[in-house]
């Protein structure tokens, strides 16, 4: 099976050449490195025609001015590749990644997507403090990652981190990352979105902590941050992509019991009535109201576009039932 990597980058030429570094290293050689940069990114461009590259098989792809998504669904087109193979820049893959990717697909025909760990700053978790729950979606709808944590063995999972993820070409064949969801550069949920909808076809995901990189978090050059949700758009943007992907992957009383807890409830970083409640009389966050407000804002922007996509999937497919029955029939 032959491997296709994949980078997007952005002004971020110091960590970007670190993980081409790590690349280079690989104990199995990629078959080829698909970097994705922007037109205004002239210090990147400047510093991959001086960086030595040897003998990695380095493809240079032009990502106009388009964000992490849509510049990695760029490289997915172009990619030759059976496992697509995605990192990010500010990662450096351990010597054993990709020969432990290709080992993994190669013994398991129904593996579509495989994770691992990204160790921040390099330090591994000791066994004691692993995770138990890595990327899974609890019945109410609410996400555990824990995939930094690592985990002491492989487990099942229902999403990957777009740090450390890599998927069967059959089972993106049909897949595009930030379809529908909201933000101007890497998108809060997109990784989340595209394993949701992988495991929606029946395919296996699994996270293996043998399958590592180590993650060295860079500053976001451009863009609303999307980790820490400090700015209301940013906010109202991620509890927008978390109300949609999670309604499209629901069941219907399940999809009941997420919006309730949702808009009741939610979590410190996206937070409902409650949780504002607590975060302002224990936490004395004075900004805890305005911010569940702002969520409650993403959050029914996100059922509306949830609403909109599904009606407009169903009248599709009543169209195409009607022009199938008025189609003449064939003549024996």
């Known amino acids: 099976m032959k491997i296709s990597v994949v980078v997007p980058t952005f002004r971020r030429p110091y960590n970007l050449l670190r993980c081409l570094e790590g690349l280079k290293r690989q104990e199995l050689p990629p078959d080829e490195v ?54 990010d820049d500010d990662t450096v893959p351990r010597p054993e990644w990709l020969g432990r990717i290709h080992e993994r697909f190669a013994a398991d025909p129904a593996l579509g997507g495989l994770g691992g760990p990204d160790w921040i700053g390099g330090r591994e978790a000791e066994p004691e403090a692993r995770a138990t729950v890595v990327g899974r979606v609890q019945w109410w709808g609410r996400r555990q990652g824990n995939h930094h944590r690592g985990s002491r063995e492989a487990v099942p999972v229902e999403w990957l981190k777009g740090a450390n993820m890599s998927f069967r070409r059959e089972a993106l064949r049909s897949v595009r990352f930030g379809r529908l969801l909201r933000g101007d ?22 996270y293996d902590p043998t399958v590592a990189v180590d993650h060295f978090p860079g500053v976001l050059p451009g863009g609303s941050d999307h980790r820490a949700l400090t700015d209301p758009v940013s906010l109202e943007d991620a509890s927008h992509n978390e109300t949609f992907v ?5 069941p219907p009383l399940r999809r009941a019991g997420f919006l309730l807890w949702a808009f009741a409830v939610g979590t410190r970083l996206l937070p409902g009535a409650l949780m504002a409640g607590y975060l302002l009389t ?41 022009a199938d029955a008025s189609a003449p029939a064939a003549t024996p």
């Open 34 to 87: 698909l970097v994705a940069v922007r037109d205004d990114d002239a210090a990147t461009w400047a510093a991959l025609v001086a960086w030595d590259g040897g003998t990695l098989p380095l493809r240079l792809v032009g990502a106009d001015r388009l964000g992490a998504s849509e510049a990695r669904n760029r490289c997915l087109d172009r990619a030759v590749g059976d496992l697509l193979v995605m990192t």
């Open 185 to 206: 550069a890497a998108q809060f949920g997109e990784d989340f979105a595209v394993s949701l909808e992988v495991a929606s076809a029946r395919w296996k995901l699994v």
């Open 246 to 250: 999670l309604l499209g992957y629901l």
């Open 282 to 322: 224990t936490r004395r966050r004075t900004d805890a109201l305005q911010r569940c407000r702002v969520v409650w804002r993403g959050r029914r922007a996100g059922w509306r576009t949830w609403w909109t996509t599904r009606t407009t999937a169903r009248s599709a497919g009543q169209s195409q039932t009607v």
